[in-house]
């Protein structure tokens, strides 16, 4: 018996219809795309970790003031740390990887961009779960999770292959849609 919801005559088989995107970014047919990036992606995180603790510092910096001010009573305030850190990574997170540039701003220092694995710039939602990701990866496997890129052609991470992102390097993805484009 055939199935009857659909009128083409494919035998139940999705041959690449609307819902089918290919992966945008090759890397036999674009290697320079990831070249160098597992580098330049641990050097964006050292940026990044220090743009996230520079607020984290300062308002810790605040409520030991106030706390001294206010003779201990404001040092109440430092269970207030923890959960605005995260809310602070969070919004960062997706407030930078879901902006125009689907970049932190670590990875814009470095030239590098996040893109869905079909080609498509990152949002806020992606962002903020990216970063999620990320942190409970490297909190539960510490740096081997680096490992997992190295074996991998698009040098993507376990949290990348979850979320089904790829990054790649901007300046050289800039370029190749350039010459791309038909005028």
Excluded: K
Excluded at 88 to 108: D, E, F, K, Q
Excluded at 128 to 150: E, K, T, Y
């Amino acid at each position: 018996m055939s199935y009857g919801g659909s009128t083409n005559d494919t035998g139940g088989r999705n041959d690449g219809g609307a819902s089918f995107r290919p992966h945008a970014f090759d890397p036999d047919l674009q290697p320079e795309l990831f070249r160098g990036v597992l580098t330049r992606r641990a050097v964006a995180f050292c940026i990044d970790l220090f743009v996230l603790a520079v607020p984290v510092i300062l308002a810790c910096l605040f409520i030991l003031v106030f706390g001294v001010v206010t003779l201990g009573l404001g040092w109440a305030l430092f269970w207030l740390v923890w959960p605005a850190t995260v809310i602070w990574s969070l919004v960062y997170y997706g407030a930078t990887l879901g902006g125009p540039n689907s970049a932190t701003i670590g990875m814009r220092v470095m030239d590098l961009e996040l893109r869905t694995w079909y080609g498509a710039p990152g949002y806020f939602v992606l962002g903020a779960v990216h970063g999620l990701c990320f942190w409970i990866s490297v909190s539960v496997l510490s740096p081997l999770v680096l490992l997992v890129g190295i074996f991998n052609s698009r040098r993507r991470l376990l949290h990348d292959i979850l979320l089904g992102t790829v990054v790649v390097n901007n300046s050289v993805r800039a370029q190749i849609t350039q010459t791309a484009r038909t005028y």
